[in-house]
């Protein structure tokens, strides 16, 4: 039988983002503050994991990718906690037919360490997402020091995304 006719229930997506870090920026990843000298930059609160993770739902479901949701032109979105940007998302995800099934996702981050802020991040995003947190998994890595990563000079996520279609 044609995949046309009769899809399967299940879709993946992938998400990746990168951000430099510079100094009079706020650190924000997984909507959680992070004291560190220096922040993500970008057109929104820069939050890496989350745009990762909202790219990772949107290709799941076919529906592009958030800059084309919410251009980086658009002074709506200027300095916009990405959290609220991924609830949209959610909501096209959601009208598309698609619930999210798991997300996983590795932040690379050479520093500040990172582990001890991981369960508060995954409580926004399973809150976020309308799942219970033992759906949300994330990792932190450094770069071991090498490239642009690993001298500190951004943070980068990559991060997967399952979607089904509920029977
Ligand atoms: N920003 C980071 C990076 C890493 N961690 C934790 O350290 C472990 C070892 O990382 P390596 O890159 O050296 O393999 C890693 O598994 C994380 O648990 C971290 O907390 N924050
Ligand atoms: C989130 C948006 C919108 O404010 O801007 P940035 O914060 O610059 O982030 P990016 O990862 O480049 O993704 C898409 C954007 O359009």
Do not use: W
């Not at 924000?28 to 922040?39: E, Q, R, S, Y």
């Not at 993770?53 to 084309?68: C, E, K, P, S």
């Not at 949209?88 to 500040?112: E, H, R, Y």
């Amino acid at each position: 039988m044609s995949n046309e006719i009769n899809p399967p229930p299940f879709r993946i997506g992938q998400g990746y983002d990168v951000h430099a870090l510079v100094a009079d920026r706020k650190l924000i990843l997984g909507g959680v503050h992070i004291p560190f000298a220096k922040g993500l930059l970008g057109h929104s609160d820069a939050d890496a994991l989350l745009h990762a993770i909202t790219d990772a739902i949107l290709g799941g479901a076919g529906l592009n990718d958030i800059g084309q949701l919410f251009p980086d032109t658009d002074p709506q979105y200027q300095g916009m906690d990405s959290r609220i940007l991924l609830r949209s998302a959610l909501q096209k995800v959601q009208a598309a037919g698609f619930q999210v099934g798991n997300i996983d996702a590795t932040i690379i981050c050479q520093q500040p360490k990172l582990a001890t802020y991981l369960p508060e991040m995954i409580g926004h995003i399973a809150a976020d997402l309308a799942v219970t947190p033992s759906h949300i998994n994330l990792k932190a890595k450094t770069n071991e020091s090498l490239g642009h990563l690993g001298r500190g000079e951004g943070i980068a996520v990559h991060a997967v995304a399952l979607l089904y279609k509920p029977s």
